[in-house]
């Protein structure tokens, strides 16, 4: 696979054959974007699980200390009160049947999705649409809840979910290629934290089995998971 110059150019500064410490490579992180937008900081966990077993499924949620840079647009299903509590928590969509219908019609203008307990019967009818995005609401990672107040917030404070994909990989952002090393670091860490208590019991030997970061545009850079202790 061919890459442009600009690419070229960013990977001859990352040492291929070099496990980085992960403190050192959201420093290296910098050197590595290429694009005239602000890229996202991404990061790949391999976990040694297998997701089709049910005991090994690893997902969850955390909100990052610095959040991803951006402030994410959540769509809330709600009734009644809880109408009024997802507006005073600063939601930007809010509806019932109304909103099943719109967004069957097509539109996606929203980053998560919240909804009450109550309101699962009808949200159910856009699990084709919601569900290969990744934003189907779930009880798991807290997104099927009465208390929207909280959720919303950790949502436009930086909350992300997570979920292990078929071939063992986690994939995340953890926030901007502008953002200061120390701050992609807090949030990486924060991230591993919460995946590593989430370690499946029946998991044997090493947890986690490599760790790679990247901008959206730029080459991989490997993490020495050894620091890990997992």
Same mark, same amino acid.
């Given at each position: 696979?061919?890459?442009?110059?600009?690419?070229?150019?960013?990977?001859?500064?990352?040492?291929?054959?070099?496990?980085?410490?992960?403190?050192?490579?959201?420093?290296?992180?910098?050197?590595?974007?290429?694009?005239?937008?602000?890229?996202?900081?991404?990061?790949?966990?391999?976990?040694?699980?297998?997701?089709?077993?049910?005991?090994?499924?690893?997902?969850?949620?955390?909100?990052?200390?610095?959040?991803?840079?951006? $402030?994410?647009?959540? %769509?809330? +299903?709600?009734?009644?009160?809880?109408?009024?509590? *997802?507006? !005073?928590?600063?939601?930007? @969509? /809010?509806?019932?049947?109304?909103?099943?219908?719109?967004?069957?019609?097509?539109?996606?203008?929203?980053?998560?999705?919240?909804?009450?307990?109550?309101?699962?019967?009808?949200?159910?009818?856009?699990?084709?649409?919601?569900?290969?995005?990744?934003?189907?609401?779930?009880?798991?990672?807290?997104?099927?809840?009465?208390?929207?107040?909280?959720?919303?917030?950790?949502?436009?404070?930086?909350?992300?979910?997570?979920?292990?994909?078929?071939?063992?990989?986690?994939?995340? $952002?953890?926030?901007? %290629?502008? +953002?200061?090393?120390?701050?992609?670091?807090?949030? *990486?860490? !924060?991230?591993?934290?919460? @995946? /590593?208590?989430?370690?499946?019991?029946?998991?044997?030997?090493?947890?986690?089995?490599?760790?790679?970061?990247?901008?959206?545009?730029?080459?991989?850079?490997?993490?020495?998971?050894?620091?890990?202790?997992?």
């Amino acid at each position: 696979m061919s890459h442009g110059k600009k690419y070229e150019a960013a990977r001859k500064n990352v040492d291929r054959n070099q496990r980085y410490s992960l403190e050192d490579a959201c420093k290296l992180l910098k050197n590595t974007k290429i694009a005239k937008f602000d890229e996202t900081v991404d990061i790949s966990i391999r976990l040694n699980v297998d997701p089709r077993k049910a005991d090994q499924m690893v997902r969850g949620a955390t909100v990052l200390p610095h959040g991803l840079g951006k $402030s994410a647009r959540v %769509a809330v +299903f709600a009734k009644g009160e809880k109408v009024k509590e *997802a507006e !005073a928590a600063g939601a930007d @969509i /809010i509806g019932a049947e109304d909103l099943v219908e719109k967004i069957q019609g097509g539109f996606m203008d929203f980053d998560n999705v919240v909804a009450t307990p109550d309101m699962m019967g009808q949200v159910g009818k856009l699990g084709k649409v919601l569900g290969p995005r990744g934003l189907m609401p779930n009880p798991k990672v807290g997104t099927v809840t009465m208390d929207l107040a909280r959720v919303i917030k950790e949502l436009k404070a930086g909350r992300v979910e997570f979920r292990v994909e078929k071939a063992g990989i986690i994939h995340a $952002s953890i926030g901007k %290629a502008s +953002f200061e090393p120390q701050k992609l670091l807090d949030n *990486a860490r !924060a991230l591993m934290e919460q @995946i /590593i208590k989430l370690r499946p019991s029946t998991v044997k030997g090493s947890y986690v089995k490599s760790i790679s970061v990247s901008t959206t545009m730029g080459p991989g850079i490997r993490v020495d998971v050894a620091e890990m202790a997992v």
